[in-house]
């Protein structure tokens, strides 16, 4: 018996090796007919024996290429068309997309062993790829992926790379970056003037880098700064021509093995290093490593990523086994990506370049992650994982979510897929709001929709709100822990009421104060406030976050009056003058919001403690403060109250009132520090007691979100003690808890309140 039938496959099936892999079962089963890329995923025609098909059809799901994804087959009858073969034919570009644009991966170790295989063609080539790694994403000009929308599409195939593309049985067959020393892109290495210097460039540059020099390297999605991990004169060389003095740098090494002997590794963090998304992976630096201290100065983790392109491979080795590699753009500024500027951006920081030929169309930052309670925890999501789409049961087609003002990402939906863009970083400079239009502009056409409706933050400053005006569409505005909160119930499948304990640095509040210690209670269409810090000034507004000082000044003296400016000025004496200033800014109401996030709170015990007066980076105060914490202790909880007013109020009078007596007492600063960690967990922990001790028929489910769940002890300690009060406990492992996974809840709340227009 015959048969013949259409098979359309969705989801991640382009630039995986899908077609060759089709064509390979298809020779298997002895059918015929065709396969072909077009904008709705891949669509195969198959005749033959009606066994064989069925066998077909039951194999393709089960067998698919590591790096596919299928989220939908869709098999239908069709007439015979008496094919002779089966064939891979060219890729149809009309109508509308519904692709899964590929992700970039890292170079597989087949590839490896090629490259380091002094017989083979492609013996240390710093481009080499196939099917199961490579580029994707960001040569990617228009879709389908094929190579003539790509930036590969002015390099012709040599006759040796022709044959292996063209090769159903090649694991190169249709690998659209497919390259050869012979054709493909190459490297140099270049002077500060341009000039190039002679010589193998990658072996030019280890030497240069060995020596203490700092080289721009172009990688797979932008520019990165390199220089040896292990010379503390060259790392703060490098800190101070960046004018980034103490941030943490990111580091490359060489292997598994120089990773393991550098930090304490886990097994699920091995895995997360060589997966083929090769992230960033926080983990705790061992005692005495070859790691020059000003890496991550006064912390005890560091960001370690492996080499993830053949270049980075070659680069390093035994002589060079770890380096630097940190974004070379500017603080605050999109990735560098194009040659010309990284050469004048760079001009007063890189000694060398070392560049290559092959452009880079979006640029895109390293993914950073860490491991919790065994599972994954993005603090960014970028290269690796963007822009691989999540799954929702809500119809969100036409909708955009615009994220936050701080770590932007904004997202699309597209029937039940929700596509978060890549990081795009503060949208304070006009440089920032470029890179977003660009990539929200590219990353609209691929999708296929022209969005009908747009959700935007609460905060009327937001530049959000600017972008979302020059477009035809509904706005909604969602506010920021609102949106965090069902982010987190989203990627959980959480979908009727629930609990939501947000820990965030700040918020627009419905009542026009910035939130951020937040419990919440409802779903995507609307929620309540139970409960929140009590509100405190912030003098001189945003240069509090900056100056962490401004804000314990707030604190001190809302609690204590007089007598709280009094031990102000006892504790930051160089700043007596400044700290009149300010209690006459907070009595007049001048330029003094009033706040209640734990993201300042932490700012000002740091302040107080001395650890962080001034932050030089994002959350430097609270991350240098956590570092006191050893997350194996359970520490002491400081007094504090909880009072009702028109909600549950969190007052931390006695907190404070406690933590001075200590100072005082001269306690060690890891005690003060451990026991106002705990204290926050205990307030929060006791203000969800208090919620359902009042709302008795409540559903028992919590979710964590804001910027503060990055804290580890935090986190576990709440995890352990909401679980005692019968509350099932979920955290973020798809997107981040910060600001970064905005968008998502922001498009959820969007798609609730369709019908609805706020502007």
């Given amino acids: 018996m015959q048969k013949a039938v259409n098979i359309t496959v969705k989801g991640r099936v382009q630039g995986v090796g899908f077609r060759p892999f089709i064509f390979a079962l298809a020779q298997r089963y002895q059918v015929k007919g065709t396969v072909q890329n077009n904008m709705d995923g891949v669509f195969i025609h198959i005749e033959g024996d009606a066994y064989a098909v069925d066998q077909f059809i039951h194999s393709l799901p089960m067998e698919a290429p590591r790096l596919s994804r299928i989220d939908e087959i869709i098999v239908t009858l069709a007439q015979w068309q008496a094919f002779e073969h089966f064939s891979i034919i060219p890729s149809e570009r009309t109508g509308s997309s519904s692709l899964v644009i590929p992700i970039d991966t890292a170079v597989c170790e087949d590839c490896l062993r090629e490259m380091y295989d002094p017989d083979d063609r492609r013996y240390r080539y710093p481009f080499i790829n196939c099917t199961q790694c490579g580029p994707r994403y960001t040569i990617i000009e228009q879709l389908p992926y094929d190579r003539p929308f790509t930036s590969m599409r002015s390099f012709q195939m040599c006759e040796r790379c022709a044959k292996e593309y063209e090769d159903p049985m090649n694991r190169r067959h249709h690998a659209q970056p497919i390259a050869c020393p012979t054709c493909g892109p190459s490297v140099a290495l270049l002077k500060r003037d341009g000039q190039t210097v002679q010589g193998d460039a990658i072996q030019q540059a280890k030497q240069y880098i060995r020596a203490g020099a700092i080289v721009a390297v172009k990688g797979l999605g932008g520019y990165h700064l390199a220089c040896d991990a292990t010379n503390e004169q060259a790392v703060q060389q490098l800190r101070m021509r960046k004018?980034?003095?103490?941030?943490?740098?990111?580091?490359?090494?060489?292997?598994?093995?120089?990773?393991?002997?550098?930090?304490?590794?886990?097994?699920?963090?091995?895995?997360?290093?060589?997966?083929?998304?090769?992230?960033?992976?926080?983990?705790?630096?061992?005692?005495?490593?070859?790691?020059?201290?000003?890496?991550?100065?006064?912390?005890?983790?560091?960001?370690?990523?492996?080499?993830?392109?053949?270049?980075?491979?070659?680069?390093?080795d035994d002589r060079l086994p770890v380096v630097v590699m940190t974004s070379a753009n500017r603080s605050g500024v999109p990735m560098i990506y194009e040659d010309d500027q990284a050469l004048r951006d760079l001009q007063g920081i890189a000694d060398y370049f070392l560049v290559h030929n092959r452009p880079i169309v979006h640029p895109i930052d390293d993914s950073v992650v860490q491991v919790e309670n065994g599972k994954i925890h993005f603090i960014r999501r970028a290269r690796g994982f963007v822009p691989d789409p999540l799954e929702t049961k809500y119809d969100v087609h036409e909708i955009v979510a615009l994220g936050g003002q701080q770590k932007n990402v904004f997202a699309f939906g597209r029937h039940h897929q929700i596509f978060l863009g890549p990081h795009i970083g503060d949208l304070e400079h006009v440089e920032v709001v470029e890179h977003f239009q660009r990539e929200y502009e590219h990353l609209r056409t691929w999708m296929g929709v022209t969005p009908k409706t747009i959700a935007v933050d609460l905060h009327p400053n937001y530049e959000t709100w600017n972008i979302a005006k020059q477009w035809n569409a509904d706005i909604v505005a969602v506010q920021h822990h609102h949106a965090h909160m069902v982010s987190c119930m989203e990627e959980?499948?959480?979908?009727?009421?629930?609990?939501?304990?947000?820990?965030?640095?700040?918020?627009?509040?419905?009542?026009?104060?910035?939130?951020?210690?937040?419990?919440?209670?409802?779903?995507?269409?609307?929620?309540?406030?139970?409960?929140?810090?009590?509100?405190?000034?912030?003098?001189?507004?945003?240069?509090?976050?900056?100056?962490?000082?401004?804000?314990?000044?707030?604190?001190?003296?809302?609690?204590?009056?007089?007598?709280?400016?009094?031990?102000?000025?006892?504790?930051?004496?160089?700043?007596?003058?400044?700290?009149?200033?300010?209690?006459?800014?907070?009595?007049?109401?001048?330029?003094?919001?009033?706040?209640?996030?734990?993201?300042?709170?932490?700012?000002?015990?740091?302040?107080?403690?001395?650890?962080?007066?001034?932050?030089?980076?994002?959350?430097?105060?609270?991350?240098?403060?956590?570092?006191?914490?050893?997350?194996?202790?359970?520490?002491?909880?400081?007094?504090?109250q909880i009072k009702k007013q028109d909600e549950w109020e969190i007052d931390l009078a006695e907190m404070w009132q406690a933590i001075w007596e200590d100072v005082e007492a001269h306690e060690q600063v890891n005690i003060i520090a451990g026991r106002f960690h705990e204290t926050v967990v205990q307030a929060s922990v006791e203000l969800v007691r208090l919620a359902l001790q009042q709302y008795p028929t409540y559903e028992r489910n919590i979710v964590l979100s804001g910027g503060s769940m990055h804290n580890r002890y935090i986190v576990k300690r709440l995890r352990q003690e909401l679980s005692k009060l019968g509350l099932c406990v979920y955290t973020h492992q798809k997107v981040p808890c910060n600001d970064g996974g905005l968008a998502l809840g922001q498009l959820i709340i969007a798609a609730h309140r369709r019908d609805r227009v706020c502007v």
């Fill in 243 to 316: 004018r980034r003095p103490h941030r943490p740098l990111a580091i490359m090494a060489a292997s598994l093995d120089i990773v393991e002997q550098l930090c304490h590794v886990t097994a699920e963090e091995k895995q997360l290093f060589i997966s083929p998304e090769a992230p960033i992976v926080v983990v705790k630096k061992r005692k005495n490593t070859m790691i020059a201290p000003s890496v991550a100065p006064g912390l005890q983790t560091v960001g370690v990523m492996l080499p993830y392109t053949p270049l980075h491979h070659l680069l390093l």
């Fill in 492 to 640: 959980n499948h959480i979908h009727s009421s629930c609990f939501g304990l947000i820990l965030d640095g700040t918020g627009y509040g419905e009542d026009g104060h910035i939130w951020g210690f937040e419990l919440l209670y409802g779903n995507a269409s609307q929620y309540k406030r139970l409960g929140h810090l009590t509100y405190t000034p912030l003098p001189g507004g945003e240069r509090c976050i900056k100056e962490p000082w401004r804000t314990a000044v707030g604190m001190l003296g809302h609690y204590f009056g007089e007598q709280g400016y009094a031990l102000a000025e006892k504790r930051f004496t160089e700043r007596a003058q400044e700290i009149r200033v300010l209690k006459q800014m907070i009595e007049k109401g001048l330029h003094s919001p009033l706040a209640g996030t734990c993201g300042r709170l932490f700012d000002a015990v740091s302040a107080f403690l001395y650890v962080c007066t001034h932050s030089t980076y994002d959350g430097e105060a609270a991350v240098r403060l956590s570092e006191f914490i050893d997350d194996t202790k359970i520490y002491k909880t400081y007094p504090f």
